[in-house]
């Protein structure tokens, strides 16, 4: 048995394959229909301090507050993890709607299709509170190798675009793949900028 498979990485993501036919109206124009929601997204990064970047669903999480209070007090108020659980959620929602992944429109609230899971901190006690000082260092191989697969990831999504167009399905192996990243993605998330875990991330695609 795989050491994955008796102690499986605490964070988990993934995206219903939406089977049968695809809309390909709302798919023709996600580029305009996306724009609504992302706005309503961009508006609750705004109104946060965070680390300044967004990356399927990164924006908007409580990050220098949560690292302060690690760092002096080892503490991780739960509804500070509340919030940054369902803005990651609802991230991720938008993300999966936009690189054409579903069809039904991101809700601000309701799960719908796409499932997100983060260890809950249980207030900090278990966490190191200087290990969140480097974990960006420490994740910079993550960040390199994220980089290159978001372009791969960005290039299937175009691609997909026009299969769905023309054929009306989107093929599982482009689904995969993007969820893959996703999940790669959300797990450096929650290692350097959410803090919920202090497990280094693994390097993969898989669950």
């Known amino acids: 048995m795989q050491p994955e498979a008796v102690n499986p990485y605490p964070v988990s993501l993934s995206v ?8 390909r109206l709302t798919v023709g124009f996600r580029i305009f229909t996306v724009i ?12 946060q301090i965070h680390a300044g970047y ?16 690690l760092l002096f007090r080892r503490k991780y108020p739960g509804w500070w993890f509340d919030f940054n659980l369902n803005i990651v959620r609802f991230g991720n929602r938008v993300f999966a709607y936009l690189l054409i992944l579903r069809d039904d429109y991101p809700s601000t609230d309701e799960e719908q299709a ?19 000082l480097v974990k960006w260092f420490l994740a910079i191989p993550h960040y390199i190798v994220l980089f290159f697969l978001s372009i791969a990831a960005a290039v299937l999504s175009l691609v997909g675009w026009f299969v769905v167009l023309f054929t009306g399905h ?3 192996s482009f689904h995969d793949f993007v969820v893959g990243l996703m999940r790669w993605s ?3 998330q929650a290692y350097t900028l959410v803090l919920v875990t202090d497990r280094y991330p693994p390097f993969q695609l898989r669950p």
Do not use: C, K
Request: charged share 15%; no cysteine; hydrophobic share 45%.
């Open 186 to 188: 959300i797990r450096v």
């Open 54 to 69: 967004a990356s399927f669903g990164a924006s908007g999480v409580i990050f220098l507050p949560t690292l302060l209070m």
């Open 36 to 47: 609504p929601i992302l706005v309503v997204l961009s508006l609750l990064g705004s109104s």
């Open 16 to 23: 219903d394959y939406e089977e049968g036919a695809r809309n």
């Open 114 to 132: 796409v499932h997100v899971e983060l260890p809950d901190p249980q207030g900090g006690a278990g966490l190191n509170r200087w290990l969140p």
């Open 170 to 172: 989107y093929p599982r």
